[in-house]
């Protein structure tokens, strides 16, 4: 009865809750609140970080532009280097401008990657079925114009993205092999995973080609999240295994969920649900922390879920169209699967929010500081040099000065003892000359010289 009230409670809209009397329950609750929103600030922080230190090195390449004909003060690889840091900051603006949480979904064929996708994004986008479906890598990423298309990654044409279908679907002549990509555009009103900048990366099958090391190199290195989609009727196979391993060696304690898919199976030996479940976490859990040493075990334990992808994508396009989500023929137990799988979503939301932020701003960030340092040490070294030559030139100034000074005072001094001299002399001549007298005859005075 308690499973019959959850099922039916967690699907009635809101008009029907309200005359119910239950609450109404926001169908968006992550809206503000979601763990995404911590990949989202930081991105808009330090986007806006990124635009003063562009300011900073536009305006230290103008300085040092304008006193670079004095080799004194600055040198030729300075500038260059200063001009090189622009076009570098420019360059992590674009990056920074493109960056996004990007989780990559891998397992064996039929497995149902593509159906957990689907239930994600709360549509039915890619293509999906019994048997090996998906043909080659596919990107969900939200569109800018809110426009819904696709490009494969030789051609820069629109497609409508209804061809998906026959490009990536294996059973159709006109596929694509599997190591060929295509990116998916979708509006992001649609989807708040897209809304908050989550890029999905769906993938064939992991047992349909050697090619697993250009697959890592090529689609896995920029991963902030992997999901791997196990067939819960089965248990982890070796091709799985090794695929993961291949991937851990490359990558530094990759983030790895575990998705037990199909688990609406169990409703038909309830008997063994929980021998089953324990079993398949079991291995699971050994796989995360002893084989991949990813994780420890109380992380691995939140890291491995039990679902049914079909069952919730199912529900959900019934609660698009305003109708109860436990609407048709779903197994007993659907309520558990359900928020099971919400589960794993708050939890994906959570690492890949965390992840994303070290993985794709750390780098920067340590980028921009190295930059602004040493600019920072040029204009230091710069200023350094000014204050040095302004010292010297005052002190030189001084000495030019009190040279001056001191000349000006023995000019004055010689030309006194000059003036001392002459009156002197003027005296003693005076002195020595005879006064005539009436019977002299005309005597020759120094004075009558000038007359």
Known sequence: MMAGYINRTISMTANERAQSGLPVINPN???NSSPLQIFVKAKRRINDIFVEIYDYVQDAELYIKSIK??????????????????????GIRDVLSRDRMKVAFFGRTSNGKSTVINAMLQDKILPSGIGHTTNCFLQVQGSENEEAYLITEDSIEKQNVKSVGHLAHALCKEKLNESQFVNIFWPRDKC????????????PGIDVTPNLDEWIDSYCLDADVFVLVANSESTLMITEKNFFHKVSTRLSKPNIFIL????????SEPEYLDQVRAQHL??????LVKELKVCTEKE???RVFFVSAKEVLQARLQEAKGLPGHSGALAEGFANRYFEFKDFEQKFEECISKSAVKTKFSHHSHRGKLIAKEIQNIVEQIN???ILFQKEKATLKKYVNDKLNYTEQQLLLITQEIKDKIHQMVGDVDQKTVKPTANDKEIFRPCDFWK
């Open 260 to 267: 037990n898919n199909r688990w609406d199976a169990s409703a």
């Open 29 to 31: 609750p992550h809206v």
């Open 69 to 90: 004909g004095d080799k004194s003060f600055i040198k030729i690889s300075e500038v260059e280097l200063i001009s090189g840091h622009v076009e570098k900051v420019k």
């Open 192 to 203: 708040l995973l897209l809304r908050d900048d989550v890029v999905l990366v769906d993938s």
């Open 384 to 386: 350094e040099k000014s």
């Open 300 to 302: 691995a334990q939140e």
């Open 282 to 287: 079991e291995r699971a859990v050994d796989f």
